[in-house]
């Protein structure tokens, strides 16, 4: 697979529970600054992975390399077992990759359904190739009840939206082509429980269907438990703890978190020394 394959081509059907992403020995500075240190990592066909760790850690900086904004400066990416190399965020998409920031990058004057075609806009034919408005509101409507968002209307504008429903709009555009691998930054954070939980359902739902793979992350442990198969501890750079979630609790994560920092600094008190 080439960083120059086209978004919607038909792929092959990868084997539920295969190896549909993996990350060998990435590291990546910026000048004197190392936030990455050979990181590993695996992500399984329709596996949803929590990525933690404390700020620093280099958990932004992993999901900016697997997105095209940055490139590694040594290491591996592999895509269904085949080495890739992203020159750009579009060549990352064009692979199948997609990521949904904080931020969300929604048009807030925009209706929902025109945010859904936003750079893919459908429309008609003629001199003038006017927006075929019609036509992109029955797809959109049709799409997300096919995936369970539910909106007021796709005519409403997504200003009018609750946190959770704007949320719950920006996954949709994401996962509305080809893609293959949903990568989310902190799609919980500042909601409430009952927004929480639209999140929770529609990541878990996108998932077991077995159309997309996903890394989340996020800094409340209790949100990825319920959230997450599996998940993977990054500090200072490296991943230190992979845990399936049913093999741990909560609070054996926080203690092995904790058990790990105290191995780092007793490290670099030893190389100090």
Known sequence: ?????????????????????????????????????????????????????DNGAGKSTLVKILSGFHPQ?????????????????????ANGIETVYQDLALIPQLPVYQNLFLGHELTKFGPLRVLDKREMRKLARQYLDDINVAVPSVDADSDQLSGGQRQAVAVARAVRAATKI????????????????????LVKDLASSGRVSIIVIDHNYAHLFELCD????????????????HETSLEELTELMVSSYRRQLEEVESAGA
Do not use: C, W, Y
């Open 230 to 245: 599996r998940i993977n501890v990054m500090q200072g750079g490296r991943i230190t703890i992979d845990r399936q979630v």
């Open 73 to 93: 400066d040594e290491g591996q990416i592999l895509l269904e077992g085949k080495r890739v190399s992203f020159s750009s965020v579009g060549a990352a998409r």
């Open 182 to 201: 949903l990568l989310l930054d902190e799609p919980l954070a500042a909601m409430g429980a009952r927004e929480s939980r639209l999140i929770i359902d």
């Open 1 to 53: 697979m080439s960083a120059d394959a086209h978004p919607g081509e038909p792929t092959p059907p990868v084997a539920p529970g295969a190896t549909v992403l993996e990350v060998r020995g990435v590291s990546k500075s910026f000048g004197a600054l190392v936030v990455l240190r050979g990181i590993d990592l695996a992500l399984r066909q329709g596996e949803v992975l929590g990525l933690v760790g």
